[in-house]
């Protein structure tokens, strides 16, 4: 998983809902790029959909599966980890841009790092069990993207 590691196989569908503003969403995730990242962050082969939602849809999955009425910016379901990861990862669209806006970052970015964030998430990691863990996937993260050409995102 490290920067100098070979980028594992990933079998990938990328959808998006349909909400105002879904070109801007599409034109910041090109395919291309959105299996480069996740493929960044692998230990190994994966198949993973990566969903993006509107609030209405990011809050109702939030709700029901996390029991927390508001839509959020990413949700990962890991369903396997071995031999092959399988996972969804929903992102909320009005959240990421008003989190990307509120940080300074641009969308892409904001994209990227949420994406290699949520696929640690589908391998295992966790940052809300103990402060160590999440110091060790942040820096992890941060390592990750800088391989990838992106800033610090914290």
């Known amino acids: 998983m490290a920067p100098d590691v070979p980028l594992r196989q990933l079998d990938l569908s990328l959808q998006f809902g ?7 969403h599409r034109a910041a995730l090109p395919r291309r790029r959105v299996q480069r990242w996740i493929s960044h962050a692998l230990k190994t082969d994966a198949e993973i ?3 993006i939602v509107d609030a209405e849809e990011g809050q109702s999955l939030n709700r029901d599966y996390r029991r927390k009425d508001y839509a ?3 949700l990962t379901f890991d369903y396997t980890r071995e031999p092959v990861v399988t996972a ?3 992102l ?4 990421v ?7 300074g970052k641009t969308l892409e970015a904001h994209y990227a790092h949420l994406l290699v964030h949520a696929t640690l998430h589908a391998q295992g990691y966790d940052h809300e069990t103990n402060e ?3 110091l060790e996937m942040e820096a992890l993260e941060i390592l990750l993207l800088a391989s990838l050409r992106f800033a610090n995102p914290y």
Do not use: H, K, Y
């Open 88 to 90: 969804d990862l929903v």
């Open 72 to 74: 959020t910016n990413v």
């Open 49 to 51: 959909t990566v969903r």
């Open 92 to 95: 909320c669209a009005p959240v």
């Open 18 to 24: 349909q909400f105002p503003g879904v070109a801007r």
């Open 97 to 103: 841009e008003r989190e990307a806006r509120e940080q």
């Open 132 to 134: 160590r863990d999440a």
